[in-house]
């Protein structure tokens, strides 16, 4: 339950405006129906309500009013709060305590479903108070003391228990200084420095100001704020009955032919499908945006989609613009986080379908996993095809096993290649690959939890074992965990890198046991860590991952040195598919492409130590034996799974590997959340909580880009991919192969990535990743502040030279208009002088080339003569071409996020170094792309993701 955190969220912004609060009282109007009413509570969500009736007498307790409501734990599953003005801070409101129906109370429940809250049978309303002409005039008034013990400027909150909505603008205040028998208004008590003419509302994540004409809801809290004069003055809130009378929703349609009066709409008919008629219907359209909302707004209540461009009004950043439904801002930021790197069209796209959208399409994208027979390979298969194809005189299948007796080292580097097939994403002809872009993003996420390496002998003969994990990688990308955990526990790839394959029984007489490297590290890192965890990833120090945060100073470890001992026994007895003995670990036997197969005999059965054939697990006991396959690997398997910690730590390191190195405990909380239930009872929903890690507002928010902390750096391989896919990256065709003969095509040859980046995936240095995700840079600022920032880890001084390095080669060297029209080769006899050991990716300066002639000529035949020529107002087309590349790079690498000081500096750098000028015009234009972009790649602007 997120009691603190949202506590914590409400004090904050309270703080800011003013020192200190008030609780409030709130009183009904004399109608019994009210009493009848039910309050909607909502799952997850922070809510304020008032109680419009007293309880009889012996029935008023919390555990009388709203306990049987509420299902679950009180501290647990529910919780009710109210504002202690002594304290200045939020007390917990106990089973016995009364509660007064004068106050307003926070409430929050997680039990997974809306709960409705109704009081107690022969409940009584609120005695009125009628003590002004404006109230008796009226007919009567709901009337509210203020600032009764308050010190002039403070804060308190106001409850309105009506039948329906009114105005704002209705209520009235009664003060010495409102001269007015009917009371100030608002504006008028504003003025008279007495009441601040603003409320505010809280709707569970931020708090909305209400003012003017605009409604106020019954049953909700608002805060108020009174002025300087408010102590002196004793001002009384008051809210006239007339409000629900005659025509109380003030929509022109009288309450006695009104099929709904409380709610202003001229509309009585039913234009949508809820059976609703449009004037009881708060949200026509059934968009989640309230009539209200969407008139104030300009959008169309009665049309979910104002501006047909089939994105709805609350999915629309542009509800009234048919162009467009996202900023490309906004574009650009998902495609970061969500893909390997944007492209125009990509941007263009999001654009115009909204960043949701894509978010379901992406999630929604065909797999190489759909079909064995189309023409999306998975990466095994495309592994292979390469293999095949680059060496065919290779005798691959001198068994019935790929890469059996051949046990070739190449294979590894041609599994690299298809990775990076499915990461660029635009092969020319193999178009399904790498086009799910957000699965095949997971799936580097997932490899970076759990994690094998082609460091382990032999793994790096045996590429296609890293083919096939990848494999089960994206395939339960969008998955469930649980069924990605146990193809991982059999994998081959991981049986070898954490030494379980051929793992033995223990043998008394040799004094030999069970190894524990994979029983160790499937704990710690792949599902549990170290420390009991809250929901929020904060540690759990009360035995309540639903409370925090927690007070104390102890960690609670997860597991310990028995439990690693008992998992290890449950490891044992797995082995390669046709290995020709238990547990060889040799480069030509084995099949690597298969999971791993069961061997009872050489499982632990505690026979030889004279045990009882049971193992207990984090306090959970199950034969050795049990399950299907009698290897009790899924009932280990399944107790991880069912641990409270593993949502939180799977989604905390989704989210730092997506968004941001320092998610706040709410992020984590909301995202864990799902992971655990994903609204249908079902836990561990890949696809449902990568659906919440994207779609939260801390990651589509714009105002948490400038939050400090927020964001991170990149890893250096997604700098690169964003790089190639930006500049239309392709295959070079033609190079010659490890044979020296054999021309090789459509095969994206960068082998050694880690060489120059300190990573590239499934070639960590041990299994702990490239970096750790706690470390934090030697910095004051972060150490300060307790930042982390994994990837600085690996960032250098070094990797950063070999970085800049490497991408000063690339723009320079290959790029297609620098082969075919400056060098004047094709691209055919250019790849004719290179081969296995080169590097054979090609990005393409066309379209920049081309819109820098634009501007600068006028047209694109390739002559660019107005290089020297000044336009007649006097600026030199050059520069105004200049301009026109930055602006197109600012929205093409860095989302239109380019400072002014950053833009005017490569403006004069573009326009002034001597090392760019040229005496062939053509080449100049090229030497200032590829300047431009060199400096915005190798900038801090480029390397941080916000």
């Given amino acids: 339950m997120k009691i603190h955190t949202h506590l914590i969220s409400i004090i904050g912004f309270l703080v800011v405006l003013i020192s200190s609060f008030y609780s409030s009282s709130a009183l009904a109007i004399p109608d019994p129906a009210i009493c009848g009413t039910s309050y909607t509570l909502p799952h997850n969500t922070w809510r304020q309500i008032t109680l419009p009736c007293k309880a009889p007498d012996g029935e008023s307790t919390l555990a009388d009013i709203l306990g049987d409501d509420l299902p679950g734990t009180q501290g647990v599953h529910w919780a009710v709060y109210r504002y202690n003005t002594t304290t200045e801070s ?68 106001i409850g309105f228990p009506f039948p329906g909505s009114f105005p704002l603008s209705k209520l009235r205040i009664v003060a010495s200084s409102c001269t007015n028998p009917e009371g100030c208004t608002l504006q008028e008590s504003a003025a008279n420095n007495l009441l601040h003419d603003t409320f505010w509302s809280y709707n569970g994540a931020d708090y909305l100001a209400v003012t003017g004409n605009q409604r106020i809801s019954p049953w909700y809290g608002y805060w108020a704020a009174t002025l300087a004069n408010a102590s002196t003055e004793k001002p009384m809130l008051q809210v006239p009955s007339s409000s629900f009378g005659g025509d109380g929703d003030a929509d022109t349609i009288e309450d006695g032919v009104d099929n709904c009066p409380t709610i202003a709409n001229v509309d009585q008919t039913n234009t949508d499908t809820d059976a609703l008629g449009n004037a009881c219907d708060a949200d026509d359209d059934n968009d989640t945006l309230s009539d209200v909302d969407e008139i104030n707004a300009g959008t169309d209540p009665l049309k979910a989609d104002t501006d047909d461009d089939n994105v709805a009004d609350n999915l629309d950043q542009f509800p009234k613009d048919s162009t467009r439904a996202a900023s490309e801002e906004s574009a650009h930021r998902v495609l970061t986080q969500a893909s390997y790197g944007a492209t125009l069209d990509e941007i263009k796209r999001i654009v115009r379908i909204g960043t949701d959208a894509w978010i379901e399409s992406e999630l929604a994208k065909p797999s190489a996993y759909d079909s064995s027979s189309d023409t999306h390979l998975t990466h095994l298969e495309r592994t292979l095809q390469i293999a095949i194809a680059a060496e065919p005189n290779t005798n691959w299948y001198g068994t019935a096993i790929f890469n059996q007796s051949t046990a070739d080292s190449s294979v590894d580097e041609y599994q690299m290649a298809t990775w990076w097939e499915n990461a660029i994403g635009l092969h020319p002809t193999n178009q399904a690959h790498g086009s799910d872009q957000l699965r095949q993003r997971i799936a580097y996420a997932l490899s970076q939890i759990l994690v094998v390496s082609n460091g382990e002998s032999p793994l790096n003969s045996r590429g296609e074992a890293l083919s096939a994990y990848y494999d089960i990688l994206a395939k339960h990308a969008f998955g469930n965990f649980r069924d990605l955990l146990g193809e991982v526990a059999r994998s081959p790839a991981m049986g070898i890198y954490l030494s379980h394959q051929g793992n033995r029984k223990a043998n008394p007489a040799t004094g030999t046991r069970p190894d524990e490297n994979f029983a160790r590290e499937i704990m710690q890192l792949f599902t549990i860590g170290l420390y009991q965890l ?66 009872p005999s050489e499982h632990e059965d505690e026979v030889a130590a004279g045990g009882d054939g049971l193992v207990t697990i984090l ?247 107005n290089m020297e020529k000044t336009d007649t107002d006097g600026v030199r087309f050059r520069s105004k071409a200049i301009d026109a590349l930055i602006t197109h790079l600012d929205l093409l690498l860095l989302g239109n996020t380019m400072t002014p000081e950053f833009r005017s500096g490569l403006h004069h750098y573009l326009t002034d170094a001597a090392g760019i000028r040229h005496s062939n015009d053509f080449k100049e234009a090229r030497n200032i792309i590829r300047e431009a972009v060199r400096f915005i790649v190798t900038s801090s602007s480029y390397m941080i993701q916000k």
């Fill in 534 to 599: 809250n929901v929020d990833g904060s540690a759990n120090r009360d035995g309540n991952p639903m409370s925090y945060p927690d007070t104390g100073t102890a960690l609670v470890p997860t597991y310990s040195q028995e439990d690693i001992e008992e998992m290890s026994k449950v490891m044992t007895g797995w082995d390669l598919v046709a290995n020709n003995r238990y547990g060889r670990r040799s480069n030509r036997t084995g099949d690597y492409t298969q999971p791993m197969e069961f061997t």
């Fill in 90 to 157: 939020y007390d917990s409101v106990n089973l016995t305590d009364t509660l007064n129906p004068k106050e307003g109370y926070w409430v929050a429940q997680v039990t997974g479903v809306t709960v409705l809250l109704d009081m107690p049978d022969n409940s009584q309303p609120v005695p009125l108070i009628t003590p002004s002409t404006y109230c008796s005039d009226a007919g009567g008034c709901v009337e509210h003391s203020l600032a009764e013990n308050a010190n002039a400027v403070q804060w308190q909150m």
């Fill in 619 to 865: 306090g959970q006991t199950f034969a050795l034996n049990s399950g299907t396959d009698q290897s009790g690997m899924d009932a280990a398997l399944d107790i991880l799974f069912n641990h409270p910690n593993l949502g939180p730590f799977i989604s905390r390191h989704l989210i730092m590997r997506l968004v941001t190195s320092n998610p706040s405990s709410a992020y984590i909380a909301r995202v864990a959340s799902v992971f655990n239930n994903n609204g249908q009872g079902i836990r561990g929903d890949l696809k449902s909580t990568v659906r919440a890690i994207l779609k939260d507002p801390e990651a589509r928010g714009d105002s948490y880009k400038t939050t400090p902390g927020f964001g991170k750096t990149k890893e250096p391989i997604l700098a690169w991919t964003q790089l190639l896919r930006a500049f239309n990256a392709v295959p070079l065709d033609g190079w010659t192969g490890q044979d020296r003969a054999t021309p090789v095509s459509g095969v994206y040859w960068y082998k050694n990535p880690q060489r120059q980046f300190a990573q590239a995936p499934l070639r960590a240095n041990h299994v702990f990743n490239f970096y750790s995700p706690d470390f934090i840079p030697s910095d004051s600022y972060f150490v300060s502040n307790k930042l982390v920032s994994p990837e600085v880890q690996i960032q250098t001084e070094q990797i950063l030279l070999e970085f800049n390095n490497r991408v000063y080669s690339q723009l320079l060297n290959y790029e297609k208009n620098r082969i075919t029209v400056e060098r004047g080769q094709t691209l055919s006899e250019y790849a004719s002088t290179r081969s296995y050991w080169n590097d054979q990716i090609i990005i393409d300066f066309t379209p920049q080339l081309e819109l820098f002639e634009q501007v600068l000529d006028g047209d694109t035949n390739g002559d660019f003569v």
